[in-house]
């Protein structure tokens, strides 16, 4: 494979890699370019067994999103209804969210993972109070809830800084933040599918001030509609600027964009082989993240097994119950068992590794992957 890798013209890349020096932005758009789909995920794959070798991480956990009600109007979304009474949308009440917890008093969770709609209605204490009560019903959960985007909104709809708004939330319980909402930084695209909501350097001082507060937090892409390969490498290189400065990036989470029920309809759905090569050009261009994460909820089961052989590392997790993947078409389940992600990572040759939320080890590859079934 070498030898091909050369011979597509791609051998100073190889050096660089090889050598620790950084890859620059025209690198990232050849890696686009390269007609050669299995070359650079050779390349990718090097990179992700130099820092994990086969081990590959999902965790035990839930998705939560409590209200899909939100003023903003993002083209690609099928999830956000905008007023409260429009039809399907919804607002839990906090018993109802807390009881998705207490209904599963017998798995053994250790994240919730919460993503919202932005509300224009609903009282601050509504979030501090979810925190506060995940926290009363399971103290040992870990809270990973609110984008930036939320944030943002919370920090102007509620007359706060954006650091007032994380300190309150830190206090209440929350301990790390999601990375969705960053889209594709570049303007041009945000202007036209997100104009209404935060932007890319709003969304990045966000994360960068839940780094210093001690946080950690992911970053996403939102790949396939219509950014530039350039545009992709940019966000790549912004994510990595800032994780330069902080390191408290945990993932790098590339999102396949899905064209059902949203304003972009008319546009396909990225292929398998576009989805393993943005995950493959994340793990070559970001040397300072440590994980590359499949979505499988978003990729597909089948195409995120093959992705652990095109840079990625991680599959999140369990999931249980997603909203926003499934009203825009998604056809994957809802749910996996942690015995099904075990065998799938199995299947394609790679070790399984249940992991908590900041990556550390619950379960190790040693251990049978017909444990008794814990999502039902
Ligand atoms: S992506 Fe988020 S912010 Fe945008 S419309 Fe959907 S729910 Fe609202």
């Excluded at 086969?54 to 083209?75: D, K, M, P």
């Excluded at 930084?185 to 202007?191: G, Q, S």
């Excluded at 036209?192 to 892409?221: E, F, P, Q, S, W």
């Excluded at 652990?308 to 249980?320: A, K, M, P, R, S």
Aim: hydrophobic share 40%; glycine share 8%; aromatic share 8%.
């Amino acid at each position: 494979m070498l030898q091909r890798v050369n011979e597509l013209g791609l051998g100073d890349i190889v050096e660089k890699l090889d050598t620790g020096e950084r890859l620059a932005f025209e690198d990232g758009v050849r890696l686009f370019d390269c007609p050669d789909l299995l070359a650079i995920g050779w390349l990718a794959n090097r990179e992700r067994e130099k820092r994990h070798e086969g081990r590959t991480y999902y965790n035990f956990n839930i998705r939560l999103e409590a209200t899909n009600v939100c003023v903003a109007s993002c083209l690609f979304c099928s999830f956000a209804r905008l007023r409260p009474g429009d039809p399907g949308s919804y607002t839990m009440s906090l018993e109802q969210a807390w009881d998705k917890l207490r209904e599963r008093a017998h798995q053994p969770l250790t994240e919730i993972h919460v993503v919202n709609g932005l509300h224009p209605e609903l009282p601050f204490d509504y979030y501090l109070d979810m925190l506060r009560g995940f926290k009363r019903i399971r103290p040992g959960i870990h809270l990973k809830c609110f984008t930036a985007v939320e944030i943002a909104f919370f920090a102007d709809l509620y007359g706060m800084t954006d650091e007032q708004v994380l300190r309150e939330l830190l206090a209440a319980g929350l301990d790390s933040l999601p990375g969705g909402g960053a889209e594709v930084f570049a303007e041009r695209v945000r202007r036209k599918i997100c104009h209404d909501k935060c932007g890319a350097d709003r969304y990045l001082a966000i994360h960068k001030i839940a780094h210093a507060l001690g946080m950690r937090t992911n970053v996403t892409m939102l790949y396939g509609h219509i950014e530039t390969k350039e545009e992709r490498v940019d966000h790549m290189l912004r994510a990595r600027a800032l994780q330069d400065e902080t390191g408290g990036f945990q993932a790098f989470i590339p999102l396949a964009f899905h064209p059902d029920n949203n304003q972009m309809r008319k546009l396909p759905a990225p292929s398998a082989t576009e989805t393993l090569r943005v995950h493959a050009v994340s793990r070559l261009m970001l040397d300072n993240i440590p994980h590359v994460k499949a979505f499988w909820i978003a990729t597909g089961v089948e195409v995120a097994q093959v992705a652990l052989w095109f840079g990625v590392d991680d599959l999140d997790g369990t999931v249980q119950e997603e909203k926003i993947y499934h009203m825009a078409g998604a056809r994957t389940p809802e749910a996996m068992t942690t015995t099904a992600i075990r065998r799938l990572i199995r299947a394609a040759g790679r070790d399984p590794i249940e992991r908590d939320t900041l990556y550390n080890v619950v379960t190790g590859p040693e251990a049978p992957d017909d444990a008794p079934v814990l999502v039902q």
